[in-house]
Each structure stands twice: as C-alpha cells, then as structure tokens.
C-alpha cells in the first residue's frame, strides 16, 4: 500500500510562488506514474500535471508555463513548483499516484495523498 503525504501549501499574493512537495513510501515509487490535482470549493476534481516513470510531463493548459512537476525517485518524492500564482490558482491540492501509463483521469489513480491548501490572494 502506498502512502502519499503533500507539504508547502499556505496562502501567497497573486503574482508569488509556493513550492508544493510529495512524500512517497510503501511501494516502488519508481514504477509509478505522478499526478497532481486540484479541487476548489464547489467544482469537480481537475488535473493540474503528471510525470510519468520515465519523466516525461504533462500540464493542464492554464498552468503550462507557470507550474513545474519533478520528480526524484532516489528520495521517492514528487514536487509541482508554482510560479505567478493567480487567485483562480486557489484549491486543496492533492498528489496522486498510478500504475496507469500516461493519464489524467483521476479515476485512474489509485493513491492519494491528504491535500494541502493554496490560497493565492489578489
């Protein structure tokens, strides 16, 4: 069973950046492909961006230039560096993680981390 715990959420003024970190153990994180999703109150679940077991990523088209994934499979960690944050950035963001090659369903992750809240002001 894989356990997935996020840190570096908190609030920031529009224009800022936050640096949101993933904590991997209980399984061969390596053999994983890594999402990041998001979750504003009242609106569904959204991909944010993945990277898969050999590193390749992909972002959803509103943060493509603005959010970075990585991942460092020696540490067993997955990061989503945020730059110029927007207040429409503001959700609980959770990492998750994947057997399924190359997807952004979150109905294909079957871990899940707790969620750590973003809050960008304007």
């Known amino acids: 069973q894989v356990q997935l715990v996020e840190s570096g959420g908190g609030l920031v003024q529009a224009g800022g950046s936050l640096r949101l970190s993933c904590a991997a153990s209980g399984g061969t994180f390596s053999s994983y492909d890594m999402g990041w999703f998001r979750q504003a109150p009242g609106k569904e679940r959204e991909f944010v961006a993945a990277i898969s077991r050999s590193g390749s990523t992909r972002y959803v088209d509103s943060v493509k230039g603005r959010f970075t994934i990585s991942r460092d499979n020696a540490k067993s960690t997955v990061s989503l560096q945020m730059n110029s944050l927007k207040p429409e950035d503001t959700a609980v963001y959770y990492c998750?993680?994947?057997?399924?090659?190359?997807?952004?369903?979150?109905?294909?992750?079957?871990?899940w981390g707790q969620g750590t809240q973003v809050t960008v002001s304007s």
């Open positions: 998750a993680g994947t057997r399924v090659i190359w997807t952004s369903r979150p109905e294909n992750y079957d871990y």
